[in-house]
């Protein structure tokens, strides 16, 4: 689907929310991306807009914003206690939402609707966000050629990329019911372990604790059972977009992955941030799809439409940064890992909402599609730890002095993204972050 600009993605438009008007704020006027938060632990969930350090209430303003049609489908989404009617809205309704609230918060809008709206403002800091819906199914793909290149190095030197790879996008189903917001804290996994040269396992907290920079995307309209999305629609069916860490237990994964797949290792945790960042905020971003050697295969018609090739890429910058115990002593600032983009996915998210339904698998409003680890070609674009530290081999040394192999108690991790382009604004994502705490004990009965 070709991307459409307008005037809500315009350079020079500002917000009276002066906040929103800082080059480097990750929610000017022209993301208006949206999520779920709480005021009060007494109060019930808000949906909301990010606008620079603030949060716009819409549940509050709804009916203002759509007074002249109180039955209107926008006025009764935001009704609700979470964004589970949202995502059901269509292309054309999530367009007239996105222009109202471009309208509402342009730099020139007064009249009593900003009076009121302005009272309905929120700092950031003064609430807690929350799941934006309910989510009930989670699959990670494996979508990054370097990743899946480089973890296959480490372990099947000779052969590092299986012969599906390249035939089709890779993914697995995740544990939906471990999906935590950013800031939420998570203890450290147990589980089975094999040591090197040991003929029997052994049960514990893991020993190769990492993270996973990746995408999330958000389902919007689902796809009935049995009824398969045909790429030319795929896109139809994204709302938007989140950070996501897929928190591993390396030395578990490695013991118990054959022959199903990852089971315990991933399914203690996974973090993703608070906003989504909507597919009409990102339309001045699109790229490419991947470009393919001259001697990869083809995808399979099912998998190939022109409009894809010509725009189903992303241009995401995604950054993860970690704070240790002794860093934060210290009052230093988090140190960055890694730096990569979205553009180096091989599959591009039309593709894998095709081949996730080309059985007559049907996704549902409110679906978490994972990306996997986004890593580039560089040794500083490297997604994980696992692929930065080859194995725990090559220790990533520290401005305290200090060395990590893999994540220790204490540590912190931060996901930030953003887009940029010249003639735009830039855009973020926010944070995604999470704090390793020790192994928690076992429930007494």
């Not at 999330?216 to 045909?230: A, L, M, S, Y």
Request: proline share 8%; net charge negative.
């Amino acid at each position: 689907m070709k991307p459409i600009l307008d005037e809500t993605h315009d350079l020079e438009r500002e917000s009276w929310v002066e906040s929103a008007n800082d080059p480097d704020a990750d929610f000017p006027i022209q993301n208006l991306p949206l999520g779920l938060f709480s005021a009060d632990e007494d109060e019930m969930p808000a949906i909301g807009v990010a606008i620079g350090n603030q949060i716009l209430n819409l549940s509050e303003l709804s009916e203002l914003l759509w007074s002249e049609n109180p039955d209107d489908p926008i006025a009764d989404a935001l009704s609700w206690e979470s964004l589970e009617m949202v995502l059901l809205l269509d292309a054309e309704q999530r367009t007239d939402l996105r222009h109202r609230l471009n309208e509402l918060l342009r730099v020139d809008f007064t009249g009593r609707v900003r009076d009121v709206a302005e009272g309905c403002l929120i700092p950031m800091e003064d609430v807690t966000m929350l799941t934006p819906h309910p989510i009930e199914n989670y699959t990670d793909f494996y979508a990054s050629l370097h990743h899946a290149t480089n973890v296959g190095k480490l372990f099947r030197p000779d052969q590092p990329l299986l012969p599906n790879y390249k035939w089709m996008p890779i993914g697995y189903h995740g544990r939906a019911s471990s999906i935590v917001i950013r800031g939420t804290n998570l203890w450290r996994p147990c589980g089975q372990t094999r040591a090197e040269g040991a003929s029997a396992p052994t049960f514990g907290p893991t020993k190769v604790l990492d993270y996973e920079l990746e995408l999330g995307c958000f389902i919007g309209d689902p796809n009935p059972w049995g009824e398969r999305i045909n790429i030319e629609d795929a896109e139809k069916h994204i709302f938007g977009f989140c950070l996501l860490n897929d928190w591993s237990a390396r030395d578990i994964q490695r013991w118990e992955y054959q022959p199903l797949g990852p089971f315990l290792a991933k399914s203690f945790a996974t973090t993703i941030s608070p906003w989504i960042v909507t597919l009409e905020a990102l339309a001045p971003f699109r790229t490419a799809a991947f470009q393919r050697a001259a001697d990869d295969p083809q995808p399979l018609p099912y998998l190939d439409a022109p409009n894809d090739r010509a725009f189903g890429g992303f241009n995401f910058t995604v950054e993860a940064s970690l704070l240790t115990s002794q860093m934060r002593a210290q009052h230093l600032p988090p140190h960055r890992l890694c730096l990569s983009n979205a553009q180096e996915l091989y599959w591009t998210f039309a593709q894998m909402l095709t081949h996730h339904t080309s059985n007559g698998c049907n996704l549902r409003s409110g679906d978490l599609i994972g990306s996997g680890t986004v890593s580039g070609a560089t040794p500083d674009a490297l997604g994980c730890l696992l692929e930065l530290t080859q194995r725990g081999a090559h220790p990533i040394k520290l401005p305290t002095g200090e060395e990590r192999r893999f994540l220790e108690d204490g540590d912190e991790i931060i996901l930030r993204g953003w887009c940029e382009r010249e003639g735009f604004r830039r855009i973020g994502f926010g944070e995604c972050r999470g704090t390793i705490l020790p192994a928690a004990q076992p429930s007494s009965s």
